[in-house]
């Protein structure tokens, strides 16, 4: 692939985003003003991952629920390449076209993102002939996604862009250099302008990309909550920590941005001083090799258990074993604009949570809810992991005022209203509305 030259991309930028939104006379908030909304609808989401992930199935149940009939459009498996291209899941119609999600260059990541945009969104302008779609969500990344949901707004849809992640920012701390920025920030300005409304997942970016130019009143947050009914039932029967270890846990996507190797060095400093210390490890990435190499050579394979991806119910059963979850992520441009699932996730499941003090975190809980300590600083954490072992009295304390604080500020309960009241009222506002 020829390198695409800074003027070439403002140029196709440019001609991308010269026409005005389609806008309907009825804006979103006029439509609540109105009165109750209720009524049929037809939904579709737009995800490039090969798995039906707990976030999108969250949003997709929470749409059905509201009385949407919903499809998810999404990459089939690799590793059942003879699997449906077709199911149903819990009332949700999952619609799987062949495609990648290479770990590689950015050049690599750009073909794969490339093919599934065009042919997913020729899947969602034939679907959308008898589904007659009133809203369109299309999840990033990759921001440019937004693309091939245009022909079916052109057609009377209305489109979401649920940005998760500012990807100027996950470019920057991905690559370590700014060479990626002038592509990124026009795709980014595609994802805002190319939408009739914006979600995003802190307020801390849902200011960001207004000052990019999204407008504010079609820009809302709708938090990584959680999902509690994927987590929670059940937790009677699950397994409980081994009260002869103290067991920390770290899990999901293994890359350097998320600060796995500090924990690995802050374990490498307690396990003389803590010999019932324990790590367990769950997830996978393109920074697994390195850590895996980290483990051993700092001698640490017989305390520290690396299960690379494992199911749902033994992600739950792996936390519910351990004493306190760790969220250590580097800091960045990027991490301080976020936050993580697995923050809420062991909050949900009544674990303490250490964490670094990240803006975005900070602002959501104070240090009476979680353990903080200093990005990227082994000796840091090694002292929130003391302070923990030798306080049960503050795990509990922790685990009580994170669990209150989740459920009345953060949880998915309530970012479920916030969503579907903004999704339902810009539902109202589309060609396609059955009132």
Request: charged share 25%.
């Amino acid at each position: 692939m020829s390198r695409l030259s800074p003027q070439r991309v403002r140029n196709i930028f440019a001609s991308l985003t010269s026409r005005s939104p389609v806008r309907s006379s009825n804006s979103a908030a006029a439509s609540r003003a109105a009165g109750a909304i209720e009524g049929p609808g037809s939904l579709c989401i737009v995800r490039q991952h090969h798995r039906y992930e707990i976030a999108t199935r969250r949003e997709a149940e929470a749409y059905r629920d509201s009385g949407f009939v919903v499809d998810v459009i999404m990459l089939a498996d690799p590793d059942n390449p003879d699997g449906p291209r077709t199911e149903t899941v819990e009332g949700v119609t999952l619609h799987r076209i062949p495609g990648s999600r290479t770990k590689g260059g950015a050049v690599q990541y750009l073909i794969d993102y490339l093919g599934f945009m065009v042919r997913s969104g020729a899947m969602l302008n034939k679907l959308h002939s008898t589904r007659r779609y009133q809203v369109v969500q299309v999840s990033t990344l990759p921001d440019f996604l937004l693309l091939g949901a245009q022909p079916v707004r052109a057609r009377g849809a209305k489109v979401v862009s649920f940005i998760k992640e500012p990807s100027p920012e996950l470019g920057r701390t991905i690559y370590n250099n700014t060479k990626w920025d002038i592509p990124l920030k026009a795709f980014e300005q595609m994802a805002i302008r190319l939408a009739d409304m914006v979600l995003t997942v802190t307020d801390e970016l849902r200011e960001t990309l207004i000052d990019r130019g999204a407008k504010a009143d079609r820009t809302h947050v709708v938090m990584n909550g959680g999902g509690e009914e994927h987590w929670t039932v059940g937790l009677e029967s699950r397994p409980t920590p081994d009260p002869e270890f103290f067991t920390v846990i770290c899990h999901g996507t293994i890359e350097h941005r998320y600060g796995h190797d500090t924990i690995v060095d802050a374990v490498a400093l307690l396990r003389d001083e803590m010999p019932d210390l324990r790590l367990t490890l769950c997830g996978e990435g393109s920074y697994s090799g390195e850590i895996k190499d980290a483990i051993s050579a700092k001698g640490l394979d017989d305390i520290a258990t690396f299960n690379g991806f494992v199911s749902h119910d033994e992600l739950i059963d792996h936390i519910c074993r351990a004493d306190v979850g760790i969220v250590a992520q580097l800091a960045s441009e990027y991490s301080h604009l976020v936050n993580t699932n697995k923050m809420f996730e062991y909050m949900m499941l009544g674990r303490p949570v250490i964490a670094t003090k990240l803006r975005s975190v900070s602002t959501t809980f104070t240090d009476e809810e979680i353990e903080f300590y200093e990005a990227g600083d082994p000796e840091s954490l090694a002292d929130a992991i003391r302070n923990l072992r030798a306080n049960p009295a503050r795990r509990a304390s922790l685990v009580d005022a994170a669990g209150n604080a989740h459920r009345t500020r953060t949880a998915w309960a309530i970012q479920r209203e916030r969503l579907i009241t903004e999704i339902t009222a810009l539902a109202q506002t589309s060609k396609w509305w059955k009132s």
